[in-house]
């Protein structure tokens, strides 16, 4: 299994970054097809239950950049479901990833929760665990996820600036 633990400053507040961006769906679509380039991003659901919000997200990212023994497993086209949970309260977003392939040997979760640094502005900790059980080729798929992730969530840091100045919020 392989850990990351990223850590980004936004220029907005744990609050706005947390229900303003992270359960808009405009953010989303935008950041995942806009920014990030991947070929799809659909919600598929969300709702909100007392303190805790709920969200289901299908994301197809791109396949480029993928070593030949993982190509030959995943194929041309990858796809996961992303279910998370955020609590308003403990102020905490939970998630789990589910892979279109290999579902039942591709564990991926996190958390990530923001920390208030004054007037609109927070620092943004993910922690992340990926693990990928298959023989010969698990360490290179946990490591090409993992790499995969920091630059999602380095260049996330940027369009959160951009879209927070752009909503005025």
């Avoid at 995942?32 to 239950?49: C, G, R, T």
Wanted: proline content about 4%.
């Amino acid at each position: 299994m392989a850990s990351v633990t990223l850590k980004h400053e936004l220029g907005c507040s744990a609050e706005t970054y947390l229900e303003k961006c992270v359960f808009s769906e405009e953010f989303n679509r935008r950041l995942h097809v806009d920014i990030l380039k991947f070929p799809a991003f659909k919600l598929l659901e969300q709702s909100m239950e007392g303190a805790v919000w709920k969200r289901r997200a299908q994301i197809d990212p791109p396949t480029t950049g993928v070593p030949g023994p993982l190509k030959k497993v995943i194929g041309d086209k990858l796809s996961y479901i992303e279910e998370g949970e955020y609590d308003t309260k403990t102020k905490l977003y939970r998630f789990k990833v589910i892979s279109s392939t290999m579902p039942d040997k591709t564990k991926i979760s996190g958390e990530l929760h923001c920390d208030n640094n004054g007037d609109k502005k927070c620092t943004r900790i993910a922690k992340l665990d990926v693990e990928v059980k298959v023989f010969m080729i698990g360490g290179l798929a946990e490591d090409k996820i993992l790499g995969d992730i920091k630059q999602s969530y380095e260049a996330s840091s940027k369009f959160v600036d951009e879209y927070v100045k752009e909503k005025g919020l």
